[in-house]
């Protein structure tokens, strides 16, 4: 029996057509999987009107029953289309998360490859995001925005939905021991990534990588914050024998060799997203 998992990052609503995408999610929820599904705008001439197009109604173009159900919430990753003018369309639209930024600056914030940290604009759409309760992801800040969206954050729950760590591979879309620390202060949630750049320095990342970034994280924070952001249809660079969820019951018994209990695999593989989100 497949593991239940809840993954904090997954892109097949980018790059899947309605139909497909529609098939993976049911083959996902009869396989006890909920994940974030991810619209990525950065390479979209008109955002808004592309995410109301494509995923009329409903966002995502799926049924009302998926989307409020169990096993969907959606996220947009990339705000650069959003200004004053236009932010109350995208409260409408009720994504359940949102990240400022890819990997580039744009007029929110800076990107994990870019330099610049957070601007005015950025802080307004933070604050009324937030309080709209929409969720702010984390992920592919720099540090100095990271920083500055955490202090506008202060009283909330962290949340970063997919990276590993820097300590056990350098790479600057990793967190390092502050940035993880801040995140475990505020109770909220990280999710390891399967993306191989960010694994190791080697061509193809494999369990023993993954659980290295898993064994980093228990030993000096414990085991209430982590959870897993896979970036399934993100990356082409997964590790062997983690190519889709079917997978983790192979790295299930991996872990549990590794001496992992079972509580502690249920919380990284969905209680603890389950518990703070």
Known sequence: MNPRL???????LTFLSPRKFLKYLKASAANNVTFLASIWTTEMREPMSEIQVRYPVTPCGVPPLYLKGEFLRWHIEDLWFVTAENIDELIALRPFSVGLTWNKNNNLAGGALAGGGLTDSGAVVVKKLSAAGIIIDLAHLNKTSFYQVAEILANQKLFCSHTCFAEVHPHPRNLDRKQIQTIVDSGGIIGLTLVGDFLCGKGRADFEDVYAHIKYFLDNFGEDNLGLGTDFFGTKN???GLRNYKDFCKFRKFLLKKGLSEAT???IFYLNAYKIL
């Open 6 to 12: 809840f993954d904090l990052h997954n892109d097949a």
């Open 238 to 240: 997964l590790p062997r």
């Open 265 to 267: 695999i249920n919380k």
